[in-house]
């Protein structure tokens, strides 16, 4: 399974900074920022489909692991568990008798 998160959520800035005298100080700074998740867009590919639902299907019968990022793209309903609840809300927007998440 292709993972998108690393891409879609993590930005790396690396800064150097240097003294102009002899002694050399030399710095580097790691920031990592989050973007916003999208709601059942559970692969990162930033639109939620029918390969969302299928993925969630997977990690709900145990064949595949979800990342921090993919489980709270799962949590459709926001209570902080990803259930099979999630999965018939998804199932139910996809199919057009719910409005999104």
Same mark, same amino acid.
């Given at each position: *399974? ?6 879609? /959520? =993590?930005? !790396? /800035? ?7 005298? +002899? $002694?050399?100080?030399? @710095?580097?700074?790691?920031?990592? *920022?989050?973007?916003?998740? !999208? ?9 939620? $489909?029918?390969?969302? &639902?299928? &993925? *969630?299907?997977? /990690?709900? =019968?145990? +064949? !595949? #692991?979800?990342? #921090?990022? @993919? &489980? #709270?793209? +799962?949590?459709?309903?926001? $209570? ?6 999630? /999965?018939?809300? *998804?199932?139910?927007?996809? &199919? ?6």
């Amino acid at each position: *399974m292709s993972n998108n998160f690393a891409k879609i /959520y =993590t930005k !790396i /800035y690396t800064s150097k900074v240097k003294t102009s005298n +002899a $002694n050399t100080t030399k @710095q580097e700074v790691t920031i990592s *920022m989050k973007s916003k998740v !999208i709601k059942g867009d559970v692969n990162g590919d930033g639109i939620f $489909n029918s390969i969302d &639902l299928a &993925l *969630m299907k997977k /990690y709900l =019968t145990g +064949a !595949i #692991e979800f990342t #921090e990022e @993919q &489980l #709270e793209a +799962a949590d459709v309903d926001n $209570n902080g568990e990803v259930n099979s609840i999630d /999965y018939a809300i *998804m199932n139910q927007v996809l &199919l057009g008798k719910r409005p999104g998440f």
